[in-house]
């Protein structure tokens, strides 16, 4: 599985990303270009700790490793439409090349820090390495571009 700590592959996630404009026409959901952005680096933000996000009640299953494999590794295709935190959430999340500017600025940290730091307690899934992270980074990233058809 492809993670955002390859630069190859976080170089073609930023390819995509690079293609989005205001007038995307999604293919599900309801998010706008600039709120799947906004959705994207509060994801990010998370990890560098900029804001909290706390645990979600979820079934016990969400903090099996089989289901992480599923859902981080598989390859299957996620869900659409789930239910997120309202941290991730914007109604008026402001301009388009601003937000795509700061996400990638936002990676960019990350992938800085190293892997290692990017070991986290996901709101949903519970603990996940840094690898784990990068992959799921990755595997988001990926599931909202496709959303708008990049």
Not at 67 to 76: A, N, R
Not at 84 to 112: C, H, W
């Amino acid at each position: 599985m492809p993670t955002m700590f390859d630069d190859a592959a976080r170089a073609a996630m930023f390819a995509r990303l690079d293609r989005l404009t205001s007038a995307t026409p999604r293919r599900w959901g309801s998010f706008t270009p600039e709120q799947m952005v906004f959705h994207l680096n509060a994801q990010v933000r998370n990890v560098l700790g900029e804001i909290r996000v706390g645990p979600r009640k979820m079934p016990p299953f969400f903090h099996w490793p089989l289901f992480h494999w599923l859902i981080i590794d598989s390859g299957m295709t996620w869900p659409k439409s789930t239910p997120t935190a309202p941290q991730y959430l914007s109604e008026s999340p402001g301009e388009l090349a601003t937000l795509v500017a700061e996400l990638k600025a936002n990676m960019g940290r990350v992938i800085a820090n190293g892997e290692a730091k990017a070991a986290t307690v996901h709101p949903a899934f519970g603990p996940l390495s840094g690898a784990k992270m990068g992959r799921l980074f990755w595997r988001h990233w990926d599931h909202h571009l496709t959303q708008f058809g990049l």
